[in-house]
């Protein structure tokens, strides 16, 4: 179990120590509010993961090294932005799919340009959400003072990459 | 109710073809190959996911994001954005709830630079979403690395919002243009 796993876990347990203060009710609200999106979670993620790994082993020898590996630069990073951006589809699709192309050779500065495209730009989240609730104005507004967002997240990841060595994970 | 199942299936779909896919183009091996990496996968993440579960869950109880409207008015400068993104990242749950509480932050006197920080630090930093699946699927390394260059998105873009000329209010929202009118402030 990671450093990662075990901090989480003692940010839930102090977080859930700060509930069971306030009162049990809470606590127990916390407890079973976790419980039911479990229930929505695990059987999406128990689909989802082996795509990722399906993906992997689809995806060509080489093609994610070379149109979105590390060595791609600021190219790579524009693919991906636009790549994400067309990414229809939930948490469940994009983070897969981005860890069966870290695993065969895409750089993780670009899949930082990919999934901030995703989230930021998604076309499919905007058109059947934002679009109806809030209304065409909000969504030019959103758009144009965010356009450039998800290509400065993608240079800046290539800047501090060098701290994080594990985020490739090859 | 509809749109859960409806998830599952498109995710099923895609899976079983990609499956199919393998078995076709790759062979056997390289099918049982991948059966074998998930497995190690699931094994990995499980312990991230149920911590993450409870972790956000409780986050919910202690902090409501809607109880931050009043520090984001037009006058709120940039401290404002960033209560904004705060409040965008402790905001839980999917487009369909998100959406919506835009609303309930502009009737409460928040202002448009405030609102586009708000939607950007939901959908690029949304705590939620990164500890049940970015930070176990795809590693701290890489969580904590695309958290740091998104961080600072939703201010930037909140104030390039409060700078363009394009004005909106919240007579411009459908949801609320043949509705009930929204209390306390007239549409201008």
């Keep these: 179990m990671s450093v990662g796993v075990i901090g989480m876990w003692v940010l839930a347990l102090v977080a859930l120590g700060l509930c069971l203060r306030r009162s049990p009710v809470v606590a127990r609200r916390a407890v079973a509010e976790a419980g039911t999106s479990l229930k929505r979670v695990a059987p999406v993620m128990l689909m989802a993961l082996p795509m990722a790994a399906f993906v992997s082993e689809l995806v060509p020898e080489g093609w994610a090294e070379r149109w979105l590996g590390p060595e791609s630069g600021a190219l790579g990073i524009l693919l991906a932005t636009l790549a994400g951006s067309a990414l229809p589809g939930g948490p469940f699709v994009a983070f897969p799919l981005v860890l069966g192309f870290l695993k065969s050779g895409a750089g993780p500065a670009q899949m930082v340009a990919l999934i901030s495209g995703w989230a930021v730009l998604g076309l499919h989240r905007t058109l059947s959400w934002e679009l109806p609730i809030l209304g065409a104005r909000f969504v030019m507004l959103r758009l144009a003072s965010s356009l450039a967002l998800p290509f400065l997240a993608g240079m800046a990841a290539e800047l501090l990459l060098p701290l994080f060595p594990g985020a490739s994970l090859r | ?188």
């Design chain 2, 1 to 188: 109710m509809f749109r859960r199942h409806a998830t599952f299936l498109v995710i099923t779909a895609l899976t079983l073809s990609a499956a199919v896919a393998v078995w076709m183009l790759r062979g056997r091996a390289a099918f049982f190959h991948a059966l074998e990496a998930t497995w190690g996968l699931i094994v990995t993440v499980a312990p991230s996911i149920l911590g993450g579960l409870l972790l956000s869950a409780a986050l919910r109880q202690l902090v409501p994001p809607g109880a931050l409207a009043r520090w984001m008015g037009a006058e709120s400068g940039w401290r404002g954005l960033v209560v904004a993104t705060a409040a965008g990242m402790a905001m839980p749950g999917g487009p369909v709830a998100a959406f919506p509480v835009v609303l309930v932050l502009a009737q409460a006197g928040a202002d448009r630079g405030a609102l586009i920080a708000f939607v950007l630090a939901w959908s690029l930093n949304g705590f939620q979403r990164i500890l049940v699946w970015e930070l176990p699927i795809l590693g701290p390394d890489f969580a904590i690395l695309r958290l740091i260059c998104g961080l600072p998105l939703p201010v930037i873009a909140g104030l390039l919002a409060r700078w363009l000329p394009i004005r909106w209010t919240m007579a411009d929202a459908p949801a609320l243009r043949d509705g009930a009118p929204v209390a306390g402030k007239p549409a201008p």
